[in-house]
């Protein structure tokens, strides 16, 4: 790239010109900013405008452009240069509109937007223009693992974009659980009725499309690569092995059922006439639409009684401490087999909550309520042998009475266990060059972190539940269906559509060397400085998606086409060798450096707030845009993840005399909100040990805070900015300003 | 503005001397005001309120309504019919719903109404009182007729039940309902926002059969209203007004309360606020007198 | 009336649930509650009842038909219509404790001391009479329904209540000689007489 050629442009259109001296700015930008170009515009992100930062970028060699405009998450369109770094001064949503108007804090405010265009300056001086990855992957072919209702879903929906699919499913025959089942749940108004499973015609239409390969019999031996580049040893039971490669995956490995012989109370195992859901279904596809008959005798069953969360939502050892979801529209599904056979059956649920969630549940209950099916709030203890069969000992939980109750047929409503590989937070991870298959693991992925994708709660696969299901931690490997959290059919078949979805857009993010989501489109990568590198192993661990592998010598390896450009490994490295083009150690660092820090008799106290662009920053330019004002002595620097706070910044802005820090980042934990999913814990851990750094500076503690912030803080961001500026003033200016 | 009228359904207990007698007195110098012309159904008879199940089956009490309707179609086929009394509006109005939704019925109701050489469309909205004044006249046009602004006076607005629901006042909520508090406050007096007994029961007719049960809940529902600073109680029910007001002597004494809570009509409020007598406006009525109201009044 | 009750129970043989589909008015509701018990909490003289109706709604889908139909519980209704309001399901819940009660009235299982249930009955009477209430004999014979000496103990504690009405002209003693009447109690009558047997020849429909 050419020399490094500054334009700093000073827009006066949205009042700025009003409230700020932009002249002043722009001797700033050329003097402190050493911009060569500086020019003033009355309304920037107009055609004119816009032709004027062109026109210095094709005739003066400008490539580094500074905008001293509106927040970076406006007019995004109009300063859209290519082949140049661009920076933004936010003086808008940073300085006046978060600023009150009035002559005795005009000082103040301009002095805010001059920092702010030092900072834009000092970080379009650390920032190059990123270019691509260079690992870029073009295969089209889309691996599923899995061949149920999801799997077979997700593969149709692929092959009907065009995009090749090989199934692998594990046992002899497609159709999973759903395969195993008399009728389904409906999935179309009017929710009344059982209908057909949809594996015949889904089997059907897999088989007929000659896009879709299916290996049956197969698990996945073993899978490497990258998004764009993957392979998979595919192995059947007779121990052949072949490879394939694919542009991403879809993992649809589905549920098994619970087993219900750890539930003797409940007179599983003791009486034959104790069934579970699944056998139940046998029960019916053998009565094949007649009377169903128990299996001790053969009797036609006259009563049956159902219980719900049998083994389920509950702490005892060995028992599902969670909602399977769909069991109490099976149950109402399975006492539909009997009454639509005959109404004069007695059909009984017992149940403690009923959950019918999706979009058939309530009518489905309805329909349930109006075939006569019983409903009872009751609460079993035991199911023991009776005279004529089963009985069922429960509480009524309405009527608070004790009841005994004698049926041909006792169901219990079991639960699903997700197939979700090994968890790779329990297991040792093989060192490297020791890789090895694991006959638990679904996947067998050779990444360091482990073979498979990450466990969130209870077993069932992290994606990122509250923002954007199918996303998991790996990179171009997107679940669907119960296997990231429980479901029913319809459920399944939507997720399944919307994780194949996902593959296709990484598939096609992978062929230009895009970022996936949230840094969609984001061409920039981390570098690493090899020969810096301490083989200290942090960034390899706390990459929350896996990207980074290490080889024989311990020296990380950058899967650039895994990593979604989060920082939390920049973060994390204790010697700086991690960056990216446009986001650097450097470019948030100098930005610190760059503001003006009065002198401690002035009174103007610095607050150095990093904020997390994804929910913290949005949610301080909601606030500004509300009219809400915060201390005009806070300096917002944007970050990419909490997770990319190195903890040099901190130190450094605490040695060169900021009286105060925030840090800003999205919720973590099980329930996290982190877009990143990991960053912001990450960025907590670290930030726990910042309080030595204080000591040995003999500062006070609650110099730096980090919080939690959503989008939706628009009035608590600026109170915590507000709070601190006043703590600040109670503890006095920091004594290290020089 | 033009005359508006109705097809009017006054109800047993508005009849001369009857307990809600003074509602009557004060919705005739009220409509006289607001040029609302009512039309009494000819002959009309008891709704059986909602307590007539235990003598008398679906059928018969649907049947009651019914001929109520089919007499005000035969006199005044063209009309609405408005009903002052909560219950008599809600048995009407629900004996039209559901024979407009059950055929069967209808046909049923019919054979028994032909007994008394009648027939039924039933195509005319039932409507309360109130639904005129906010529908037909307007809060704004109620506004331009004060003459006597109730200023000062602070009033708890009781909705109570069956003006409420299950139908209640289009555009109202059942757990708060606005329109009292907005008319008193277009008759220039302060209404009690928070008024948390506002649709609360006051044991209906079983004021009469569970006298303990029901004095508790209307304890409840007055002490509310002095908790709120109210003056006195505005309600537009006349089994309200009456268990509101004739046994607070009788809370009194079970409950060492010392309640003197006024408890009027909305028609009483308008009719003081519109310039006319203490007498016009059924004042005289009053078992625990508005003395605020009198004053105003003899202004 | 107990040979009714008999029939019933012969014809339903426990199985209570469907009796109610059959016999109360919009009974076809009662399998559709959820057991949610907004309607228990929303009664205002729920504290009051033997059964809310939440618990009612479920004890007849467990069959405990005496229990239900003997229970005061629906006699305790004042036709709020809170529970009608806020029932997430849309259960008429209103009409079926009428219709609960109107039926354990007709098979003579309703309690027979129960006071709603005989003021009901004598509103019933009065209405039915001349086609209007005429409210001052309703008052006498409420107050007198327990036996002459309850009810001149009644009608004492009552007397004050009365004299305020009388002196704010809102009753009046002329009443008990005559008072308000339809005109057409002919027609009326006869209408109700129908309504009557109408009812009773469906019921007898579904009894068959
Ligand atoms: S929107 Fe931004 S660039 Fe456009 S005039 Fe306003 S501040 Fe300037
Ligand atoms: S779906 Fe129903 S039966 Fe299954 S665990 Fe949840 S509440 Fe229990
Ligand atoms: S930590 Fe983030 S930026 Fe670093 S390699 Fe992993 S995904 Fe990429
Ligand atoms: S964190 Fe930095 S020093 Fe440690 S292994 Fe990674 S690159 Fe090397
Ligand atoms: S509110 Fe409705 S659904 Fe809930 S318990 Fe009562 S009747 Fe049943
Ligand atoms: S209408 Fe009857 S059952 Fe319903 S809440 Fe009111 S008193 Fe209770």
């Known amino acids: 790239m050419a020399d490094m050629k500054i334009g700093a442009y000073i827009c006066k259109g949205c009042g700025l010109g009003e409230r700020l001296d932009c002249d002043e700015l722009a001797t700033i930008a050329q003097r402190d900013g050493k911009a060569q170009v500086v020019q003033q515009h009355d309304f920037l992100c107009s055609a004119e405008g816009v032709k004027m930062i062109q026109a210095d970028i094709d005739n003066e060699g400008i490539n580094r452009v500074v905008i001293g405009a509106c927040s970076r998450r406006a007019k995004t369109e109009a300063f859209n240069f290519q082949n140049v770094t661009i920076s933004r001064a936010n003086l808008r949503e940073g300085v006046i509109w978060i600023r009150p108007d009035e002559d005795d804090l005009r000082e103040t405010t301009q002095e805010m937007a001059a920092d702010y265009i030092r900072m834009g300056c000092a970080e379009a001086k650390h920032s190059t223009v990123p270019a691509s990855e260079q690992e870029k992957g073009s295969n089209d072919t889309i691996l599923v693992v899995g061949g149920g209702i999801t799997g077979m879903t997700a593969a149709i929906e692929a092959a009907k974009t065009g995009y090749p699919v090989h199934i692998v499913e594990k046992t002899g025959s497609l159709g999973g659980y759903a395969g195993k089942m008399w009728k389904d749940v409906p999935m179309h108004s009017p929710y009344t009725d059982p209908v057909d499973t949809p594996v015949t015609k889904l089997i059907a239409e897999v088989e007929a499309d000659s896009r879709i390969t299916v290996h049956l019999n197969a698990t996945i031996s073993k899978t490497s690569g990258a998004p764009g580049r993957f392979s998979a040893d595919i192995s059947t039971e007779s121990g052949a092995t072949t490879t394939e490669n694919f542009g991403a995956i879809i993992q649809a490995s589905g549920a098994t059922p619970y087993d219900a012989s750890q539930l003797p109370e409940l007179g599983y195992g003791k009486s034959k006439d104790v069934v579970d859901r699944v056998e139940l279904e046998q029960l019916a596809i053998a009565a094949n639409g007649g009377p169903i008959k128990r299996p001790s005798d053969g009797k036609e069953v006259k009563k049956v009684t159902f219980i719900q969360c049998a083994g389920q939502r509950s702490d005892k050892e060995g028992h599902l401490n969670y909602c399977s979801g769909d069991c109490c529209l099976t149950s109402i599904k399975q006492a539909m087999y009997f009454k639509d056979q005959n109404p004069d059956i007695e059909t009984e649920i017992l149940f403690d909550d009923l959950r019918t969630p999706g979009a058939p549940g309530e009518d489905f209950y309805r329909s349930g309520q109006d075939k006569l099916v019983t409903f009872r709030k009751g609460k079993v203890s035991e199911v023991v042998a009776g005279s004529n069969g089963p009985l069922v000992r429960f509480k009524d939980m309405i009527l608070d009475e004790d009841v005994e109750e004698e049926a041909d047929l006792v169901v219990l409503a079991t639960g699903m266990v997700a197939n979700s590989g090994v968890d790779i937070d329990a297991v040792p991870q093989n060192e490297p060059g020791e890789w090895e298959v694991s006959v638990d693991s679904i996947l067998n992925l050779n990444y360091r972190q482990g073979k498979d994708l990450p466990h969130l709660k209870y077993g069932f696969n992290d994606s990122h539940f509250i923002c954007f299901p199918y996303e998991t931690r790996r990179t171009g490997i997107y679940t669907c269906g119960p296997v990231r959290r429980p479901m029913d059919t319809q459920q399944a078949i939507d997720d399944a559509t919307g994780a194949t979805l996902k593959a296709i857009q990484e598939i096609e993010n992978a062929k230009v060397g895009r970022a996936a989501h949230p840094r969609s489109g984001d061409l920039s990568y981390p570098i690493f400085r090899k020969e810096g590198c301490t083989q200290c192993k942090r960034c390899t661990v706390e990459c929350p998606f896996g990207a980074i592998d290490e080889d024989e010598k311990r020296f990380p390896v950058f899967n650039e086409s895994r990593c979604r450009r989060c920082g939390t490994c920049m973060g994390a490295c204790p010697v700086r060798v991690i960056s990216f083009e446009n986001y650097s150690c450097d470019t948030v660092g100098q930005q610190i450096k760059n503001v003006d820090i009065p ?108 919080y939690e912030i959503a989008i939706t803080d628009i009035e608590r961001a600026p109170k915590l900015i507000n709070d601190m500026a006043e703590a600040v003033e109670k503890m006095g200016m920091s004594p290290f300003k020089f | 503005m033009a005359k508006h009228s109705y097809s009017f359904y006054p109800g047993c207990s508005s009849q001369k001397a009857a307990s809600s007698s003074n509602y009557q007195v004060s919705v005739d110098t009220m409509c006289q005001e607001l040029d609302i012309e009512l039309n009494e159904i000819p002959d009309w008879n008891c709704c059986s309120a909602s307590i007539g199940y235990a003598g008398g089956g679906e059928l018969p009490r649907l ?149 303990e049960k029901s004095q508790a809940l209307i304890k409840d529902i007055i002490e509310s209203a002095y908790d709120n600073g109210a003056d006195m109680i505005v309600t537009p029910c006349p089994v309200c007004q009456m268990n509101t007001e004739v046994y607070q002597d009788q809370i009194n004494a079970t409950y060492g309360t010392k309640f003197k809570m006024p408890v009027v009509y909305y028609s009483t409020l308008l009719s003081v606020a519109y310039g006319k007598s203490a007498k016009e406006a059924a004042l005289d009525g009053q078992i625990i007198k508005a003395k605020q109201l009198e004053d105003i009044a003899g202004k | 009336m107990s040979n009714y009750n008999q029939e019933m129970i012969d014809k339903y043989r426990g199985n209570f649930l469907k009796e109610v589909q059959d016999n109360v008015e919009e009974g076809d509701w009662v399998k559709m509650c959820m057991q949610c018990g907004v309607c228990s909490g929303s009664c205002p003289l729920g504290p009051h009842w033997d059964h809310p109706p939440q618990e009612i709604f479920m004890m007849i889908r467990a069959g405990k038909r005496e229990e239900v139909l003997e229970s005061t519980s629906m006699w305790m209704c004042t036709s709020c219509y809170n529970c009608i309001a806020r029932c997430p399901r ?58 002459i000496g309850e009810g001149i103990k009644t009608s004492l504690k009552m007397k004050d209540i009365g004299l305020n009405m009388l002196k704010t002209k809102r009753m009046s003693p002329m009443e008990y000689f005559g008072g308000h009447s339809c005109k057409d109690t002919k027609g009326f009558q006869a209408m109700l007489k129908k309504a009557q047997e109408l009812e009773e020849a469906r019921i007898g429909k579904s009894g068959s």
């Open chain 1, 599 to 706: 002198d401690e008799f002035d009174e103007k106290p610095r607050i150095l707030v990093l904020a997390c662009e994804n929910d913290a920053y949005p949610a301080l330019d909601m606030a500004a845009q509300q009219g809400v004002s915060y201390s005009q002595f806070a300096r917002i620097i944007p970050v990419r993840c909490l997770g990319s706070v190195n903890t040099i910044w901190v130190t450094d802005a605490l040695n060169s005399g900021y009286d105060g820090i925030i840090l800003m980042g999205c919720q973590k934990g099980d329930d996290y909100q982190c877009h990143f999913v990991k960053g912001s814990e990450m960025a907590n851990v670290r930030m726990s040990k910042v309080d030595d750094t204080l000591e040995t500076l003999s500062l006070e503690k609650e110099r730096v805070e980090t």
């Open chain 2, 63 to 211: 049947a009651l309504s019914a001929r109520n309707i089919a007499l005000s179609e035969q006199a005044h086929g063209d009309q609405d019919i408005v009903a002052t009394c909560a219950a008599c509006w809600l048995a009407t109005r629900e004996t039209q719903e559901r024979l407009n939704e059950d055929s069967e019925l209808m046909a049923e109701t019919n054979t028994a109404l032909a007994e008394a050489g009648l027939k039924l469309k039933n195509d005319k909205k039932i409507r309360h009182m109130v639904e005129v004044l906010i529908e037909d006249i307007g809060y704004e046009e109620l506004g331009k007729h004060v003459k006597k602004p109730l200023e000062g006076l602070k009033i708890a607005g009781y909705v109570g039940c069956q003006t409420n629901r299950p139908f209640g006042i289009a555009g109202e909520s059942f757990e708060n309902p606005k329109y009292l508090d907005k008319m008193i406050e277009t008759v220039g007096a302060e209404a009690c926002d928070n008024y948390e007994k506002k649709v609360s029961c006051c044991g209906g007719a079983l004021a009469f059969s569970e006298p």
């Open chain 3, 90 to 147: 849309g259960l008429p819940i209103t009409h079926i404790m009428h219709g609960l009660a109107t039926y354990s009235k007709r098979l003579g299982l309703a309690p027979q001391q129960q006071p709603t249930a005989k003021f009901a009955q004598l509103f019933w009477d009065n209405l039915t009479k001349k086609g209007r209430v005429n409210e001052l004999k309703l008052g006498l014979s409420l107050y007198f329904m327990n036996g």
